[in-house]
Each structure stands twice: as structure tokens, then as C-alpha cells.
């Protein structure tokens, strides 16, 4: 034997980590518009690695090699299903062939059966990646290996025992713990992908409806320095000033307060009543005088020290 078994599954497993790149930059990025074609290069891809994995073998005797190119099938048809397994395999199947040796073709056996195995048990449970049931995902690696031991029938008869005594251990203990960790890895990154898409929809949900709001809605950070975070389109129409203004002068909030208001704003932030809804005179740009009604949510860190306030400031002129 002219690889150990652990030096062998570390250097696949390794190899293996490319699988998670693939999920997470291609496969989730392009989920709305997984075409034929882009279903095809996948397939082109998988077959890559799979041949670095069979470049980077466990070696029993000369012509018998093994690598885990059984997880990463496995693998392949739980996640991405048909198209890009067949491919992957069929092409992996024949570099094994033209490898050749006296396990060609237990390999070629291993090959076919482990696409097989995944692909129908995700055919015949569609809910195992859309639910993320990790224990069943270990169920179809442990059937997919228990048949690779089975395939040992396909190697010559003087290799069968010595073959089955010296690789079922890490084929039936390692290889289904190997596809769970993977498979796993997958599903944190599917979930941080749906992380993502929930985030987007909440901003997009937060412009609409700040960028259609009658009343100026701000977020004026008071910590590590003063300034606006935000302020919506209304204060453009409210105050004269477009939110640009308001980014560009911290303190443009404090100038807009009428002169004879200013000691009631002094005092509002001594007493720190930010939760308490404030009555103030607004000088517009154009020299207007304005009263506003202005509700606050006051943000601490976790040392408990004010860091920003959230508000609401409405035009009350009219009332």
C-alpha cells in the first residue's frame, strides 16, 4: 500500500471543500436561472474535481485505488440533482476506464451506483435538502457505501478479502460522516444565502416605505461620531434641505431648531427623555417657520450607553 488511508481521506476531503464553492458561488447565487446550460457546466466542474480526487487516491495494490469521488457523487446528487450528476458521472466513469487496472471495474461500479442511489432517494424524497434532514442525508451516505463494500464482488477474487479487510472501515465509518459534514456545510450555506434574501427584502421594504412616508424619518448616529445615517426624501419637502445636506453637516438637525427652541432641545438631550415625544420650531431653508412633532427611539449597546436615535419628525404647523 503505497498511500495510508488517513493521509488518502485528508487529501480528499481537502479537494472536497471545493464542492462548497461551487454551491454556495454558483449554484445559490444563480438559483432563479438555473438553465440547461448552467446545469451542464456543473457537471464539467464536478467531473474536475472528481478526477483530483482520483489523482489523489488511497492505494491498495497497483490497478485498485480508492477515493472518496463516492461522496462527492453523493453529494452531487442530493444538491444538484439530474442533469449535472449524469454528466459528472458518466464522465467520471470513463476516465476510471481509461485509468483501467484490476479495479476498473469495481470502480466504475462505484461510480454508477452511488449517482444512483442519491439521485433516486432524492427523486423519491424531494423534502431532504429543502427541509435540511442531515440525519437522512447520513442514511444515503451509509447506503451508498454499504453498496460500494457490496461492489468488491467486482474486483479479481485473490483481492476481495484482503480488499474488504483493510477498506471497510473508513468506507462504512468515515465516507457517510465525510457526505453528513459536507452536506451540512451546504445547508449553513444555504441558509446564510436565505439570511441574505430576507435582509434585501426588509431594506427594500424599509425604502418603500420611507421613501413614500409624508413624515421625515431619520437615524441620527451619535456615537463614534455625530451624524445622519439616514434620512428620508420627505425632509427635501418638509425642511428645503435634501437628505445629501443632511449627510454632508452633522449638525444641520440642531440648525434647522428655531433659536428661541434651541435651550428646550439643550434640555431634551440633558434629561436623555428620548422616548418622550418633543414639540419644536423648524427654520426651513427658505426662512419658513415650521412646528414639528418629533417621536424618538432611543439605540444603547450592550454597555448600555446611548449610540444613536431613531425619529419620526412630522410637520404640525397646520394643527
Known amino acids: 500500500m503505497q498511500n495510508p488511508a488517513y493521509i488518502g481521506i485528508v487529501e480528499n476531503a481537502a479537494i472536497l471543500i471545493a464542492i462548497a464553492v461551487i454551491y454556495d458561488f454558483i449554484w445559490l ?10 446545469q451542464l457546466l456543473l457537471g464539467f466542474l464536478i467531473t474536475a ?19 472518496t469521488r463516492s461522496v462527492l457523487l453523493t453529494i452531487s446528487g442530493l444538491f444538484f440533482g439530474g442533469v449535472t450528476t449524469i454528466i459528472a458521472t458518466g464522465l467520471i466513469a470513463l476516465y476510471r476506464l481509461y485509468l483501467g487496472g484490476g479495479g476498473v471495474l469495481m ?3 462505484v461510480i454508477l451506483s452511488a449517482s444512483t442511489v442519491s439521485l433516486l432517494w432524492r427523486k423519491l424524497r424531494p423534502h431532504i435538502i429543502k427541509e435540511k434532514r442531515i440525519g437522512e442525508v447520513y442514511l444515503v451516505a451509509l447506503a451508498v457505501h454499504v453498496v460500494m463494500i457490496a461492489c468488491i464482488i467486482f474486483l479479481p477474487k485473490e483481492n476481495r478479502l484482503p480488499t474488504l479487510l483493510t477498506i471497510w472501515w473508513p468506507v462504512i465509518v468515515i465516507y457517510p460522516t465525510a457526505t453528513m459534514l459536507i452536506a451540512y456545510l451546504l445547508f449553513k450555506r444555504d441558509e446564510n444565502w436565505e439570511n441574505k434574501e430576507k435582509v434585501k427584502e426588509s431594506e427594500r421594504r424599509f425604502r418603500l416605505f420611507t421613501e413614500h412616508a409624508s413624515d421625515i424619518i431619520f437615524v441620527y448616529r451619535l456615537k463614534p461620531q455625530y451624524g445622519f445615517d439616514y434620512v428620508s426624501p420627505s425632509a427635501t419637502r ?21 433659536p428661541d427652541d434651541k435651550p428646550l ?23 419658513t417657520v415650521i412646528w414639528t412633532e418629533q417621536h424618538n427611539v432611543p439605540i444603547y449597546d450592550e454597555n448600555g450607553e446611548l449610540t444613536a436615535i431613531h425619529g419620526i419628525a412630522r410637520d404640525i404647523t397646520q394643527r
Request: without cysteine; glycine residues 10%; charged residues 30%.
Open 29 to 38: 447565487k444563480f438559483e432563479r436561472r438555473r438553465k440547461f446550460i448552467l
Open 49 to 67: 474535481i472528481g478526477i483530483i480526487l482520483m489523482r489523489s487516491p488511497w492505494i491498495y495494490v497497483d490497478g485498485i485505488v480508492f477515493d
Open 107 to 109: 470502480g466504475i461500479a
Open 238 to 258: 418638509i425642511t428645503g434641505y435634501t437628505p445629501e445636506e443632511h449627510y454632508a453637516d452633522p449638525n444641520l438637525g440642531f440648525k434647522l431648531v428655531h
Open 265 to 287: 432641545l439643550e434640555s431634551f438631550f440633558a434629561g436623555k427623555n428620548f422616548d418622550k415625544p418633543i414639540t419644536l420650531r423648524w427654520k426651513k431653508k427658505d426662512g
